[in-house]
């Protein structure tokens, strides 16, 4: 995977993502997450919390694929369901935990799919405009020297990585990531953390959800903990991730260290008591 100068570049900052108030849940059952009130600045969040908290039910909800139960989630102060399809699709990317493709699609298809919001109605659009985005997006994932073999013969973090590239060649300002390194070696995720904060700090707004605390510490600017239907801390890694909260949240009980770059590092020691 390649750094900041090499990443693909984004539709610009300052997208204005929020959420005020906002209840989510799915349609007909009691609501996952409540009292939401979170502005996404261009930068690099990453929501933390124990498994079905609501990390996905809240990302879903963002990228509008779930309409709230109450309260409001915009983008440059317009809810989301105001935004045309297309026009959305330009602003905001959103990759889930489990995508499916086409049988026999290659990464390269996959991510030309990317483009399809930049394209009108009556005519193709910039063809050298998206085939530039999907190689530039390709290199970026470190998928550009299988881009062509079908998806369905390359390992799990190969198809991962070919997700998150047709995620940057649509070229959105605000990209929503459930479990970006799923699947990837750790190599591979360390690349894909790094590459995340390059688009951050590039001016583009990413959100993405992640298990694993210690990449969560080593590269998010925000961390939003979610859990008991609510949020329960939200700030810098060093602020968030004390033995206080994993005790709350995850139930362990853990030591703080100093990790590379001074970032906080968890250490956790066994189950808490009781």
């Known amino acids: 995977m390649t750094g900041a100068d090499e990443a693909p570049s984004g539709g610009g900052p300052g997208a204005g ?3 005020a108030g906002l209840t989510c849940g799915w349609p007909g059952h009691p609501p996952v997450l409540t009292g939401l009130d979170a502005p996404f600045a261009p930068g690099l969040h990453v929501i933390v919390g124990p498994n079905g908290a609501g990390k996905s039910t809240w990302l879903r909800t963002l990228a509008g694929r779930l309409p709230p139960q109450a309260g409001a989630v915009t983008l440059a102060d317009r809810p989301l369901a105001t935004w045309a399809p297309k026009a959305l699709a330009r602003r905001l990317a959103w ?3 489990h995508p499916t493709a086409p049988e026999g699609l290659t990464p ?3 991510a030309a799919q990317g483009r399809l919001p930049h394209r009108g109605w009556l005519w193709g659009g910039d063809a050298q405009a998206d085939a530039a985005a999907v ?3 390709l290199q970026a ?4 020297a299988w881009a062509d073999r079908p998806l369905d013969r390359l390992s799990g973090g190969e198809q991962r990585r070919a997700w998150i590239a047709l995620t940057l060649a649509q070229g959105a300002d605000v990209l929503l990531l459930d479990e970006p390194t799923a699947a990837l070696d750790p190599a ?4 894909m953390v790094d590459l995340l904060q390059a688009l951050a700090g590039a001016g583009r707004t990413v959100i993405a959800v992640l298990h694993d605390l210690n990449l969560a510490a080593r590269c998010a ?3 939003w903990a979610v859990g ?5 801390a939200a700030g810098p890694p060093s602020a968030v991730l004390t033995p206080p909260l994993l005790r709350r949240l995850y139930r362990i009980e853990a030591r703080i260290i100093s990790g590379a770059g001074g970032r906080p590092h968890v250490v956790a020691e066994g189950p808490a008591a009781g």
Not at 228 to 232: N, P, Q, R
């Open 17 to 19: 993502l929020r959420c």
């Open 95 to 97: 990759l889930p935990q």
């Open 108 to 110: 390269r298809g996959l």
């Open 135 to 137: 190689t530039a997006a």
């Open 141 to 144: 994932t470190g998928a550009l």
């Open 188 to 191: 591979a995720a360390l690349a």
């Open 221 to 223: 600017d925000q961390l």
């Open 228 to 232: 008991g239907g609510g949020l329960v």
